[in-house]
């Protein structure tokens, strides 16, 4: 593997955020070791939980993020853009608006995302060759339906839920909780997916070179999106709707680790998943006691990122 360091760097990331995330807190920072029973309590009731569901979440995002792009053979492809986060949405906050408590919301929204994964499915998938153009416009049409159900509920819905409904939907992680044997699961799938990175560096050429190749195109591609359409919607089931990780993320890796899957999905684990804690860590902390959702600070770093990315690469063309 090239430039260890840089890999020590990016591994080095993740537990350095981790650490940020549970010392600084809306009441200021704090060292867990020299803290009392009751902070104590809060860093492994509260923080470390809310951190670990965060660097879940930016790790599903981060490589979903990189295979939609392969999917749709489109560096601007996020994994939203199939309505998958709509679906989560519509079905979260129905939730919500009807009361149904004994449904946690995380699994509402995951039943959501994934309804909306089959039905993209069942629609786009046609007797002849795969088309992403199809798939594509089933996706966005599909979305557009959801945000009109979306505005319907809200506009309906009561007024005492109304500020949960719209954080959640900015993305947001304080009702998110997850324990560390998460990561065995999580490990396992990135792993599957890195024996699989030679399928995807050739998928990335496009149909004819990977027919050329010896690669089944049809079957890979639907591989590529049901996997996407899996890591988004745990994502989404765990922290709502956050942008720009996937766009971003993907992005950023290949400028420093290159093109090469091998190499671009475990970069982009691992920096997604440190930048999420880093970034929520920061909107619950910045201006406490009010806390911002994390959606919130992830478009306002993205949006002039990937202008500045884009800038960068008109230039060098």
């Not at 890979?220 to 899996?230: G, Q």
Request: aromatic fraction near 8%.
């Amino acid at each position: 593997m090239r430039h260890p360091a840089l890999w020590l760097a990016l591994i080095a990331l993740v537990p350095a955020s981790l650490l940020l995330a549970v010392c600084w807190g809306s009441s200021g920072w704090a060292w867990p070791w020299e803290a009392d029973a009751a902070m104590t309590r809060v860093v492994l009731e509260l923080r470390l939980p809310r951190a670990m569901a965060a660097l879940v979440t930016g790790c599903l995002l981060a490589v979903a993020g990189c295979l939609m792009q392969v999917l749709l053979r489109n560096p601007l492809a996020d994994p939203y853009v199939l309505g998958l986060s709509g679906g989560a949405a519509v079905f979260a906050l129905l939730g919500m608006t009807l009361g149904l408590s004994f449904l946690p919301v995380p699994l509402l929204a995951f039943a959501g995302a994934l309804l909306t994964m089959i039905v993209v499915f069942v629609l786009a998938r046609g007797s002849g060759p795969w088309s992403t153009t199809r798939v594509l416009l089933t996706g966005v049409v599909l979305a557009s339906g959801w945000g009109a159900l979306i505005s319907l509920i809200l506009a309906l819905g009561p007024d005492a839920s109304l500020r949960s409904m719209l954080f959640w939907l900015m993305g947001d992680l304080s009702y998110a909780s997850l324990s560390t044997w998460w990561l065995l699961p999580l490990a396992l799938g990135l792993g599957l997916l890195w024996l699989r990175a030679r399928s995807l560096n050739v998928m990335a050429g496009g149909q004819l070179q990977a027919a050329l190749l010896g690669e089944a195109t049809r079957q890979r591609f639907w591989e590529i999106y049901v996997a996407a359409s899996l890591l988004t919607a745990l994502a989404v089931s765990l922290a709502g709707a956050i942008g720009f990780i996937g766009l971003i993320v993907p992005h950023l890796m290949r400028l420093i680790v290159g093109s090469d899957h091998r190499r671009l999905l475990p970069a982009a684990a691992l920096f997604g998943g440190a930048f999420l804690v880093v970034a929520d860590t920061i909107a619950r902390s910045a201006f406490g006691p009010r806390q911002m959702p994390v959606g919130v600070l992830t478009a306002l770093i993205g949006v002039p990122l990937f202008l500045l990315l884009l800038h960068r690469a008109v230039k060098i063309r």
